[in-house]
């Protein structure tokens, strides 16, 4: 007979009419399988229910109903999701749990085993400190579900052994720690499925934060030996899940004060992981080749910075002993052994790397002080400025950005550092005449190296609070001249010296007003007729190598690009004067690209590419590109050249910047890891990328590969450019729209494209949509809804429903209101499919089209709640992607129900359950990139993004609680 809880004296609340109703569905379960949807909304409102109930009849009168009625649903499995999990056994306690594994030995019933596995993983994580009796016992059961053949049931077996870990600290017996690190090691972390390994990398990081109860020296190298193994992994997330994991466990190793002794454990002394740094983190990285090399350097780094990261906010050590640890970061970095690491700058045999390295820690040290350090002024001169003569123009450059940092700090060394680098400059050049050989290349890399001080001192001069010197124009342009009109006659010299010049000019124009140079416009203009003027073709025929004048004429046009920008403004009274020798220029630009590119001498490519993209980007500067139209031809010659010559053409690296943010969570690169993993890309091994701009605001952390040519889309645009006033424009446009939309959705046909090319190619269709009038767009649309439909790749309708959105969101709203409903039941049914990945891309596409369908979707929001809870109840792997999916999903709904989603309805209680926080793990990538979620999260102009409703117990609307902002993290790790 069942007992009887309830007295006579406490009134039925709402919290127990809902206990009795979950009740009798359980006890009419073996008759009538429960209803999810009712069992989901009845949980929801037991949540809500709990927090106004007394704590004390929650105790004594109900907990014993719900943790029966809660466990009995769990187990059923139709509401094994953690939502529901979370939700129910806030307050179960441990007898109601562990019943529920009788069933371990039922393979044929994962789910259920699944669905108790997360109920014992929800107890450990809110009460592990008082059950530590029955961490023994858990990890026997996590060895009975190892054995399982299903992914998700392994899966979740790991999360509760992290769950159990974390919740009991070190307080356990030391026999269930020594069976936790076994599981781990030797059946986990080499699963056949990522989601295991993954989960497998958390736990070992778990082990390691709760102080590693039971590990000696030989468990944590061999944890990190592991570590370091796993870095080669194919799949990202699993490197990154080790690389985290590998931080902990060697922050544990230098803290040997924190090592836990657990129960039950004889003599222990916890020791320190001598060379564990050096073994696990500066080796891995210095000794890497292969395939794997860039995966496995991306993954050290990311060590370290985990790794770092304990080190000052878990174990508390002070800023000081940071500097040790750079000195090893920056052992990385050596070409060989024989370097004295702490006199790195001054060290010839230091690595280029290295010295990029500790010049750019000592900017980030002088701006973080505000202050000029007394000890720095005098180690000065034998470090930064000893590099400005450096054979690289890595270390050069950066030199000169550290002594614009140090201006900046200081802004009352302005005027003496030029007029120490004009005075320099111009003994520099009175040497050359008398200096050969290896001398003369050192007097070359100095003046380099002055003219990069200079020009960088000379775009920050107009910010500082005391102004600039008043000669500073005029000395800078004099010296700038002279470097270009009266060059040295060795050929060597005279190159050197015109890119500096030209780098000096260039920085006067960017940085100083119009006014400082006005009265010498017309000498400035005169400037480029020494480079663009003459023979060009007897010139590059006698000329052996041609890269050192290719790299002038770069130099010449970026110049000239800053002259534009400056001078020849659309409401400049003497633009028409200075516009014919600008294009006179730009014409002999584009002859020098011709004839060079006939020469086919692939050892000049990189050279021309660059001299390419600048002479590309100096014409866009100009306002009306009908000014250099008998220059078109010759424009689109070259921006084919990518199609023309596919085989010889690299791969863009433009496409990340091209794609809009807000889907960055479709993949594949991750926010936060990608700004890591681009910064670090002069140190993977491979060719450098350009240099930073000295004079520009924004720099990178290091330089960058702007490497891969302008796509057809520059083409097109010069074509729409040309003829948007003529005769032929409507024509041209049709042809156009005719040629991409047949690339575009050929592209999207293909089953094997990666997933930023079928963004790409979703993208521009949207785009393509906003060519046209509604009509064509409504066809368009029609098109593609048609083609969902018959489509039997998942790939392909994955990436049409996702073109669906993106054709929404460029060109939606009233245009293509009536087909709102047949978008939206097309998407909904691709998002139904058992394949997650078609999913994922399906929901995407549906939030698109929410979002710019506005108050035309709310007659499909019923629908759409309903999906999104089958979704959630039905998902069995959860896949971090999908459910953050579907909190998007509802985030948006929010959005478009506004003020009038009231409080107590169906849409409130449905909205509000299906976005409980999801306990997904916080990475460290939190600190890299802090803006990756508001570039990826929707919500309405009417509140704050990414917030859902909540009530408080009295009804009244409190703040909107940004829970997809704190939980649902855009890279889903």
Known sequence: MAKNYVRENVPLSRFGVLVAQLESIVASAAHKPPDALLCFDLLSDLVSAIDEEPKANLIFLYLPHVSSCSSELVIQGPLQSPYNVE????????????????????????????GAAQCLGELYHHFGRRITSGLLETTMIVTKLMKFNEDFVRQEALHMLQNALEGSGGSAASSAYTEAYRIIMRLAVGDKSFSVRIAAARCLKAFANIGGPGLGVAELDNSASYCVKALEDPVSRVRDAFAEALGAVLALGMNPEAQVQPRGKGQFTPKKLEGGL????????????????????????????????????????PDSELQNFALQVMEMLRVDTSADAQALLQSPDASPSMKVAALRTLSHALKTLGEVPFEFKDVLDNTVVAALSHSSPLVWVEAALTLRALAEVDPSCVGGLISYGVTTLSALRENFSFEKGSNLKVELDLLRGQASVLAALVSISPKLPLGYPARLPKSVLEVSKKMLTESSRNPMASTVEKEAGLLLLSSLLASLPKEELEDQVFDILSLWAVLFTGNAESQIKQTEDLAPTICVWSAAIDALTAFIRCFVSPNAGNKGILLQPVLLYLSRALANISLVASKEQRNLKPAMDTLIVRTLIAYLSLSDPMAYKGDHPQILQICTTTFRDASGCEESSCLRMLLDKRDAWLGPWIPGR?????????????????????????????????????????????????????????ASVTNICVGLLAGLKSILAEGDICA??????????????????DIFTARLTRSLLGDVTGAADSSYAGSIAFALGCIHRSAGGMALSSLVPATVNSISLLAKSPVAGLQVWSLHGLLLTIEAAGLSYVSQIQATLG???????????????????????INAIVAVLGPELAPGSI??????????????????????????????????????????????KHGEPEKFIPRNHRRMKPWGI
């Open 756 to 773: 930023s090319q079928r963004r790409a190619a979703s993208e521009g269709l949207g785009l393509l949509a906003r060519l046209g009038n």
């Open 867 to 889: 999906l999104a809870t089958d979704i959630l109840l039905s998902e069995e792997n959860g896949w971090v992607d999908l459910q953050q999916g579907v909190g998007r999903l």
């Open 278 to 317: 050096q073994k696990h983190l500066v080796l891995p990285f210095m000794k890497a080749s292969g395939p794997r090399l860039k995966d496995i350097r991306i993954g050290v780094t990311l060590s370290w910075v985990s790794f770092l990261q304990a080190i000052r906010l878990k174990y508390l050590h």
């Open 907 to 952: 849409f409130f209680s449905r909205c509000k359950a299906s976005i409980i926080d999801e306990q997904i793990e916080d990475t460290l990538f939190h600190m890299l990139d802090e803006e990756t979620d508001t570039d990826s999260d929707f919500a309405p102009d009417s509140h704050s993004k990414d917030e859902t409703v909540s009530r408080n």
């Open 674 to 730: 990608d700004w890591l993993e681009d910064e670090l890309r002069a140190f993977q091994g491979g060719k450098d990328g350009d240099l930073p701009c000295v004079w520009e605001d924004e720099l990178p952390t290091f330089p960058q590969d702007s490497g891969g040519m302008l796509s057809l889309l520059d083409m097109i645009e010069q074509c729409l450019k040309a003829g948007k006033k003529q005769s032929w424009h409507r």
């Open 87 to 114: 939700m129910a056994f806030r307050y179960i306690r441990e007898q109601a749990a562990f019943k529920g594994f009788s069933l371990m030995g039922r393979k044929s019933e994962p789910l259920r085993v699944a």
